[in-house]
């Protein structure tokens, strides 16, 4: 009998602040503690949510993506995602490390291009319904130092430019701004200082992680995230 109790973590922030890099270290340790963990990552996960993905970071169509294709397009590969993928191995008792999840389009759709955060959290609950993270770590740092990061890194890698890291300095402080605001309201969310060096960021996340390989902290996968609000009373 499986009697490993699986935990959903995700990962969110800002561009190249330094989610994947991270994600990898967090694999590596939980496998020293005798956890397995599946990495993943969105939008994509599944043959068919990559090819969204595809679709949604190349950097020149031949028409502009509509803000509300956006969105749709980041659910229905969240979708299929879920269904093929982050379920299956919850109930199998894997842990789950995704790279990015829905915090990311309530900030990016929400906040960085202004569409309605009552849509999107319709769209949440039906894909989605209770199924909410258990853990999410933010990586925070100044956006200017992530995208410089991020293209230290693409070009030292010969990778391109997506559609996302085209947009002005104006979207990008309203995406770090969106994020900040969803971890005053949610305890699930940890801010983690990403501007540190990295031993010191790792640090801090194992920290906020280690309660979490004990018994004591409850699986919530499918009820309702807590509020801030809610721990307060
Ligand atoms: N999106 C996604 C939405 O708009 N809505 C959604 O719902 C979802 C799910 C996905 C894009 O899609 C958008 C957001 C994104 O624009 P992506 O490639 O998954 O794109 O996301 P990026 O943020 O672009 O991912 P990156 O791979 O660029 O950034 P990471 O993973 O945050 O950064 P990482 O780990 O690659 O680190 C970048 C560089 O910095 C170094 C690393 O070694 C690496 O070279 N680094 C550090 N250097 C010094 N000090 C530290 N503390 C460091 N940490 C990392």
Redesign the pocket.
């Known amino acids: 009998m499986n009697t490993q109790i699986g935990r959903f973590i995700t990962?969110e922030?800002?561009?190249?602040?330094?989610?994947?890099?991270?994600?990898?270290f967090v694999a590596q340790w939980l496998a020293q503690q005798g956890i397995s963990a599946l990495v993943t990552?969105?939008?994509?996960g599944t043959p068919i949510a990559e090819r969204i993905?595809n679709d949604?970071?190349k950097a020149h169509h031949s028409e502009k993506m509509a803000d509300l294709t956006?969105?749709l397009l980041?659910?229905a590969?969240?979708a299929q995602h879920l269904k093929a993928v982050i379920i299956p191995a919850l109930a199998s008792g894997q842990w789950v490390l995704c790279?990015?999840?829905?915090?990311?389009?309530?900030?990016?759709?929400g906040y960085?291009?202004g569409v309605s955060l009552d849509q999107i959290d319709q769209l949440r609950q039906l894909v989605q319904g209770d199924l909410n993270p258990d853990c999410t770590l933010l990586?925070d740092?100044p956006f200017k130092m992530?995208m410089s990061?991020?293209a230290?890194?693409?070009s030292?890698l010969g990778e391109e430019v997506?559609?996302?890291?085209t947009?002005d300095d104006g979207f990008f402080n309203l995406?770090r701004q969106g994020f900040l605001t969803l971890a005053k309201a949610e305890s699930r969310i940890h801010i983690i200082d990403?501007?540190?060096?990295?031993s010191?960021?790792q640090g801090d996340i194992i920290s906020v992680l280690t309660p979490m390989l004990g018994n004591g902290v409850s699986t919530k996968h499918f009820a309702s995230s807590t509020t801030k609000q809610d721990d307060d009373v």
Request: no cysteine; charged share 30%.
């Open positions: 990962f922030g800002g561009e190249g602040v330094g989610k994947s890099t991270n994600i990898q990552r969105e939008p994509g993905r949604l970071l956006e969105l980041m659910f590969a969240r790279d990015r999840f829905t915090d990311s389009t309530i900030a990016y759709q960085g291009r990586l740092a992530g990061r991020a230290q890194r693409a030292d997506d559609r996302f890291e947009e995406v990403a501007s540190q060096h990295l010191a960021v």
